[in-house]
């Protein structure tokens, strides 16, 4: 127990940063390198990608409740 709480405690310290970096200084700067229309496309790709994964999060809940 005390080696996860350890780890959550390094994790919780390390994930802000990262996420922060991630953003900033490499996801936005990679963006120039996409016309318009590919990011758009990425865009909707990921809605769809997103919309859909919480249908089957919810459906399989659900069904496992059923079962």
């Known amino acids: 127990m005390k080696d996860i709480i350890s780890d959550m405690k390094i994790l919780v310290s390390f994930y802000p940063k990262h996420i922060e970096k991630e ?7 990679c963006m120039d390198y996409f016309t318009d229309i590919e990011k758009d496309k990425m865009i909707n790709e990921m809605w769809e990608f997103d919309k859909n994964m919480i249908h089957e999060k919810y459906t399989n809940i659900v069904e496992e409740y059923e079962r």
Do not use: T
């Not at 953003?23 to 700067?29: M, N, R, T, V």
């Open 23 to 29: 953003d900033k200084l490499f996801f936005i700067p």
